[in-house]
């Protein structure tokens, strides 16, 4: 089972959901270009200005760790990036799981995603002045510095920080795309996972989901926020577990 | 000495005072009038308890709130959508979270910039049971941070427009490529020290002095930046200047002596130049270096050897002490000039010098393309690309 973490975050998202399968299957959890222990100096803006760009990380991490029979576990975008990953290589992938999906986030005609164009800038806002202190704070980390050993520590609340100009084009790549078109191409069997309420995968989203995987199975989760995955472990690891260990 | 009756005295008289004041603050006062917005919310967010002080910043009565709204609600949509990518998850994982930079949407819609601090309590098998909230009016240092942020943008759109100013002045100093000569095969090549961020001191130049007649300058303007290319703009055309009216290179150089010493700066340099006669299909070359490494003469028959007289760096001394040497070349023969980046070119405490640049000559005197591009290659790879000075070359070939 490889787990694939959302925007903002790294791999920790899955700390209380991915042990429970530890005992039945190989559990593969990684960063996202850009988050955690990725390689920071390996960023590519040119490379990563398209979703496909982390398909093809997903794609490379199976060929290299030699999987097959894939379970890909992918929380909001990475819903995306898995199902891009498996329209391009179907043969490598067992089953979906997909976390609070959203194929668009922007409204459009007659599709509710959400938001506005609008509320997109407002959020690259956010972004920027939450990450004032980054450069002085966190690039001595990112570097390496002896000297300072309370560095270390900072390091481990690093979670959900990275370099604000990867978060910021991280985060035009995942709200400004449109996978609306590609549901259709993703024939390996999906389970969708939608909480009752989540304000950035609304429910008529992930519905809409469902209906355009070609071979979907949708569950509502009684839970509130759009990281089921630490709101409401329980419920998120029973659902995931009845699915994958269906035959 | 201290007396000790005395403090213990003084600070009996301070804890008194404080539990005094402690007694006398009325907790729920302690509470609802706070110095910033207090709210206490279920684990996923639906407010419980809320004080004054957060009513009074927001507009909203405590009954429109408690028991119908989640805190994630009562900000802007990009807010909530921060709050849901990076807030919650943070405070789930952390158990805190501290000094996030959120607006709420106050009940008549105006935005107030906050500070949010959050803690998340558990009970005592781990499950969140409640989440308590300061948020802090954050207006004017909002405003300041913004200033700060187009402070950067600003600094960093300079430092893009500096850079571009070095590239285009870079250009001015060094021709992008040399000019074609009747009867000559010339080439050149120029690589900045490090990032090229900055202005080098390492210059070429190519230019006719008559028919048949060209000259070939190549030079080195001790230090970076600025002020070194003031005085590499100022030898470049010192030398087109002078060659108007003197033919032989260590005049030319001599004059650049002289204006360089009279110049304000403390620079010096170092320059070989050339002067390229034809006469019939013959070609001579006549070479005088000021402190410079000598050109090199290749032949066709591989042999490699130094060519030029060899005086003093210019502006140091009044009399440089500048000779000139001349050089009857034959078809096949070629000439090669360079500054001391080619030599210098390290890997670790190996420099790249003068027997591997002679080695490596005779096989790429094919073409002078051949020679710029081969040297430059070779000197960038011994170095691992990590360029410490500016290499500047050039190539002529009598075809």
New interface residues.
Partial sequence: MVFAHGFGCDQNMWRLVAPHFEDDFKIVLFDLMGYGGSDLSSYDPERYDSLQAYADDVLRICHELRLTDVIFVGHSVSAMIGGLAAAAEPSLFAKLVFVGPSPRYIDDDDYVGGFGEEDIRELLDSLESNYLGWSSAMAPVVMGNPERPELGEELTESFCRTDPAIAHRFARVTFLSDNRADLAQIKTPTLVLQAKKDAIAPVAVGEFVAEQLPQSTYVLLDAIGHCPNLSAPEATVSAISAFVRDR | MTDSRYNTSKTDVALDGFYTALLDDDPSALYERAPCGYLSTT???SIVKVNQTFCALTGYAKGELVGKR?F?ELL???????????F???L???GQVRA???EVVRVDGERLPVLVNAVLERDDAGNPVIVRTAVFDATDR?EY?RE??RAKQRAEESEARARALVHTLQQTLIPPEPPDIPGLDVAAAFRPAGVGDEIGGDFYDVFQIGTGDWAVAIGDVCGKGVEAAVITALARHTIRAAAVHSSRPSEILAIVNEVLLRHESERFCTIALMRLRQTGGDWTATVSSAGHPLPLVCTETGEVREIGGFGALLGVLPQAGLTDDDVSLRRGDSLFLFTDGVLEARAGSDFFGEERLKAALPGLATSASAMADGILDGTLRFQSGVTSDDIALVAVRIP
């Fill in positions: 684990p996923d967010g989640r994630a802007t949509v990009g807010g909530q959508m921060y709050h849901e990518t990076h919650a998850p943070m789930q994982m952390e996030i930079a959120l909002r941070e700060l942020l």
